[in-house]
């Protein structure tokens, strides 16, 4: 089972715009892709999500290339809150059919003045 | 209020023994998750209930048992702890089982095995 991967950290500093990659060749036909955002000693928070193309809510914006292997998370103008561990979920095929819902490897990303 | 709890949230113990942990949502959500979040900050998912029914049952150990008495509750009872058991333990709830659900997820439970 081909593992969802990211980059294990990202460095920025304020002001400056993030984008988070995460790589799916498995990913489901009808699934959806969604990022999560976690802070140390909290639960995973949602962000956004998107099926293809883009999407942008107050927070981020998503991208989605036709193929849908891959998808950007992308983070406008990033402060110091921002530093937190980034994860995509997808759900991604199996070999015996079926859906398996899957965290990617989780992006750490810190902020820096 | 929380919108999804657990307790412990923190959990020492000795190999061997059995411990549980609790997990609550006031949501009204049907779904409810178990996922363990290991050293390297994977998360992997444990366990799904949707309407008190086992959907998701990965490949977890059998001294892994969660129960569901009702919607707004999913515990997770380990027998024999072992030391590759201590990890973070999240649970988490969605208004339904599709993938497209929003996930909520409770402060998560830290679970260290002597």
């Known amino acids: 089972l081909a593992k969802t991967t990211q980059p294990i950290s990202m460095d920025s500093y304020e002001g400056q715009e993030v984008n988070i990659t995460c790589s799916h060749n498995?990913?489901?036909?009808?699934?959806?892709i969604t990022w999560y955002q976690q802070f140390p000693s909290q639960g995973p928070r949602f962000i956004i999500q998107?099926?293809?193309t883009k999407v942008t809510n107050e927070v981020a914006s998503l991208f989605i290339p036709a193929d849908r292997k891959s998808s950007t998370l992308s983070l406008p103008r990033v402060s110091l809150s921002d530093t937190a561990v980034y994860y995509c979920?997808?759900?991604?095929?199996?070999?015996?059919?079926?859906?398996?819902?899957?965290f990617g490897t989780g992006t750490q990303l810190k902020v820096e003045l | 209020d929380t919108a999804v709890s657990q307790t412990p949230k923190y959990l020492v113990t000795q190999m061997g023994n059995d411990k549980s942990i609790k997990c609550e949502q006031n949501?009204?959500?049907?779904?409810m998750y178990w996922y363990k979040q290991d050293s390297k900050k994977f998360l992997k998912i444990m366990f799904s209930?949707?309407?008190?029914?086992?959907?998701i049952n990965e490949t977890v150990p059998n001294r892994f048992s969660p129960k569901s008495p009702d919607k707004a509750h999913l515990n997770l009872h380990i027998n024999s702890l072992e030391l590759g058991d201590s990890a973070v333990y999240f649970c988490?709830?969605?208004?339904?089982?599709?993938?497209?659900?929003?996930?909520?997820f409770g402060p998560g439970t830290r679970l260290l095995v002597l």
């Open positions: 988490a709830s969605s208004q339904d089982l599709w993938e497209q659900e929003t996930q909520y």
């Open positions: 498995n990913i489901a036909t009808n699934d959806y």
């Open positions: 998107g099926y293809k």
């Open positions: 979920l997808v759900g991604v095929r199996l070999t015996g059919g079926g859906n398996k819902l899957t």
């Open positions: 949501l009204g959500h049907d779904t």
């Open positions: 209930y949707n309407n008190k029914e086992l959907i």
